[in-house]
Each structure stands twice: as structure tokens, then as C-alpha cells.
């Protein structure tokens, strides 16, 4: 069995309300999660939502107002954060203007009495793992991107068994950001430490992390990893907040096993894997579906898509054929937006219900395959469909 490394129960963080008023302001409401050893585990929710106030609940810079943190098994109520084996990065780095870089790297040895040579080489090491050199520049005189490796390092260098990355990347810009992550990964899997990682960048999040807490208004509505998180959403917000997804409003049917049946506007019955939790029949429910996981498909079949398309169309015609969990519905193209790799298309079904479709563009072809107005017909397997309750 996996050991635990954080543990969380039934946290809450209420802070004074504003001058004035009586009303606290809850800002983590009774969260309760486990994290384990050697996992690169992602906060990830708007801003707002509380991840930052849990980052430094478990590091000890704030108490909980009530609820238990335990790290390693041991309960750490009133442990100062130098007393904890966890270390900090910032997303504004805190470094010490007037020291050098390796003396930021050093200061936290120092303070805890580690002998000055040997303070000296282990800084050097960690200052190496983050491919940094320039050991007597001042923070000023580095860039961004230097500086989050100096903030790095300098958390490093304790051995801690947890850190805790408050969006680290954030200041950076775009390729330094991928480059950043990329390192960043690849430290974790060779040190095997635990990683907490705040974030509110989704993308960053299902990239990097082994399991994701998507939170939101204190709350954590989902843990789990980036797979289970995109592609099995269990509520509403999650599914939005984690890339784009059409959400279609219908009247649940039948509910039949794995299979529900929802009737949208124009009596145009679809399917969908039924959400966990019982809703009655003739309710009014969601489904929820990616934009990538419906197919168009013209209303004759593939082969007036010309020659070279017909060999793997109508073997996917086949397949499309053979599937007994579908739907495959009549539609009308009322939107076509080339986006270079994909054209991203609105498509019309039953009376009202538009779904955003991605379609992968193959080859140099510089226009859409659909065009305004033309009737297709879409199709998806029901497991990639779901009712959401929430
Ligand atoms: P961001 O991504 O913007 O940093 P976050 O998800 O990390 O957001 P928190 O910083 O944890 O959110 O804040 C959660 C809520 O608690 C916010 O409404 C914030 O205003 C409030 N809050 C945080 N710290 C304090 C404090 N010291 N006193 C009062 N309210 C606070």
C-alpha cells in the first residue's frame, strides 16, 4: 500500500470578516484529502478558491480553525514551519536582495547550525540540480527564470520530503513556463520527493501532476489523476474548468445499466453513461461531452470526400456501424472556425441544441471540410457522454 505523506481532515479556515462586520470569512471548508510519498499532486481550482490558505496550512504559516493536518502520520498542530520536514517556493521567489546566490542558496543551512563547508558544497549541489552557475550575482541581476531556479535550490538543499510549489511558474513567460515544467518533473521523478503544486493553470496541472484536487470556494469537488479528471468529470464545474465542454440540456428517459437516455428540444433522443448518484426519471439533466469526442460526418457517408479519404472512412463507417452504445444523429453546420491544427465547428441537432465539434485538420488542406449550412450527421459512443447531476 502507498504511504501517506499529507493527510488532511475535515480542514477549515475561517478568517476574521471585514472591520465592522461579525461574519467570518471561510476560505477552506472542511477539506479532506490524502496525499502520498514520491506523488506530484496539483491544487487546482480559480483564483479564490482556497488552495493558497491550504499551501500554508500544511507548511505551518496558518493554523486551521478546526480539522486535523498530519504529515508522515504525526499530527503537526502548532509546529512551526522550520520544525516541519516541508520547504516553501514562492511564487514571488523571497530572496534576500543583498545576499548572493549562493548565500540565499546557504542561509537556510546556516540557520540550522549545518557546518559552514559543508553548507557550502550542499549548495552547490542544489544550485546544480537547477543548472545554475552564476553563484555570486545578486537576485537583481538575474532573470526571472533564474531566480525561481535560485528559489528552487534553495528549498532543495534541506532534503525535505515534501515541497510545496505556490504557482512557481507563474511570472514566467510561456517558453520559460514549458521549459520550467519540464525540469521541474523530471527533478521530482529523480528525487522522489512529495510535490504540492498550487495552480490555477489547468493545462499545467492534467501536464504535470500524477493527481489533481480541482477546488473550488474552499471545497474539493474531485480528486483524481489528469485521465480520470478529464475525461470522467463529475460535476458541472469541474468538467468546465478543465478544457471545453458541451453541455446539453435534455430530459432523462430510461436509465438502463451504463446507458441513459436523454430527449433534447425537437425530440432527439441521445446517450450517455448516467451519473452515480439516482435521478428520477423525466427530471431535467446535463450531459456533458468534449468537443473532441464527436465525429461529423457527412450526410451521405465519407465517400463523397474524395478518393483519398475513402479507405479509412468506410472502414470507420464500419466501425461506426458495428457499435451498439451510440448516438448518431442528424445535424446542420451553423459555424466553421479554422483554428490551423483543428476546425472547430457548430453543429445544430434537434431543435435548438448546439454542439461545439473539434475536427483534426490532416495534411496541408487550408480550409474546413464543412461548410455552412450542410447537413451531416454527428456521432459518439455513449461512454464518452455523461449525465451530470451537479
Ligand atoms: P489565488 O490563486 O488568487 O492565490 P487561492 O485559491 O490561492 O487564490 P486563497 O489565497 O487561499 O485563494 O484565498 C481564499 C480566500 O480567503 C480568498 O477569498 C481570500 O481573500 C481569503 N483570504 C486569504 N487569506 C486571508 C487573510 N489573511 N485574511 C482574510 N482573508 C483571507
Not at 431535467?284 to 469526442?293: D, G, H, M, S
Not at 465539434?357 to 480550409?367: A, I, M, S
Request: with cysteine; charged share 25%; net charge neutral.
Amino acid at each position: 500500500m502507498r504511504q501517506v505523506s499529507i493527510e488532511l481532515k475535515n480542514v477549515i479556515k475561517e478568517f476574521p470578516g471585514a472591520r465592522g462586520t461579525d461574519s467570518a470569512m471561510r476560505a477552506v471548508d472542511n477539506i479532506s484529502l490524502q496525499i502520498y510519498e514520491g506523488e506530484f499532486f496539483a491544487l487546482l481550482g480559480p483564483s479564490g478558491c482556497g488552495k493558497t490558505t491550504t499551501l500554508r496550512m500544511i507548511a505551518g504559516f496558518e493554523e486551521p480553525s478546526s480539522g486535523e493536518i498530519l504529515i508522515r502520520g504525526k499530527a503537526v498542530h502548532g509546529v512551526p514551519p522550520f520544525h516541519r520536514p516541508v520547504n516553501t517556493v514562492f511564487q514571488d521567489y523571497a530572496l534576500f536582495p543583498h545576499m548572493s546566490v549562493l548565500e540565499n542558496v546557504m542561509f537556510g543551512l546556516e540557520m540550522a547550525n549545518v557546518d559552514k563547508k559543508e553548507a557550502r558544497d550542499r549548495a552547490v549541489a542544489a544550485l546544480e540540480m537547477v543548472r545554475l552557475t552564476q553563484f555570486d550575482r545578486k537576485p537583481r541581476q538575474l532573470s526571472g527564470g533564474q531566480q525561481q531556479r535560485v528559489a528552487l535550490a534553495r528549498a532543495l538543499v534541506k532534503k525535505p520530503t515534501v515541497l510545496l510549489l505556490d504557482e512557481p511558474l507563474g511570472a514566467l513567460d510561456l517558453k520559460l513556463r514549458k521549459d520550467m515544467q519540464y525540469e521541474l518533473m523530471s527533478m521530482q521523478s529523480n528525487l522522489k520527493i512529495t510535490f504540492v503544486y498550487v495552480t490555477h493553470d489547468q493545462e499545467e496541472a492534467l501536464t504535470m501532476c500524477d493527481r489533481i484536487a480541482v477546488m473550488d470556494k474552499g471545497t474539493v469537488l474531485q480528486v483524481g489523476s489528469p485521465a480520470d479528471i478529464y475525461e470522467t468529470p463529475t460535476s458541472r464545474f469541474v468538467a468546465d474548468f478543465i478544457g471545453e465542454t458541451n453541455f446539453i440540456q435534455g430530459k432523462l428517459m430510461t436509465v438502463n445499466g451504463k446507458k441513459a437516455v436523454v430527449r433534447l428540444a425537437g425530440d432527439v433522443d441521445i446517450e450517455a453513461v448516467p451519473d452515480a448518484e439516482t435521478v428520477p426519471l423525466e427530471s431535467n439533466v446535463t450531459v456533458a461531452i468534449r468537443p473532441e469526442k464527436i465525429t461529423i460526418i457527412p450526410e451521405t457517408g465519407f465517400s463523397e470526400m474524395g478518393s483519398g479519404a475513402k479507405v479509412a472512412t468506410s472502414e470507420m463507417m464500419a466501425a461506426i456501424n458495428n457499435e451498439p452504445n451510440k448516438t448518431f444523429v442528424n445535424g446542420v453546420i451553423t459555424f466553421a472556425n479554422y483554428i490551423g491544427t483543428d476546425t472547430r465547428y457548430t453543429v445544430r441537432i434537434g431543435e435548438s441544441t448546439n454542439l461545439i465539434v473539434r475536427v483534426q485538420n490532416f495534411g496541408n488542406r487550408q480550409e474546413s471540410t464543412y461548410k455552412n449550412g450542410q447537413q451531416v450527421r454527428v456521432f459518439w459512443t455513449t461512454d464518452s457522454a455523461r449525465v451530470l447531476a451537479h
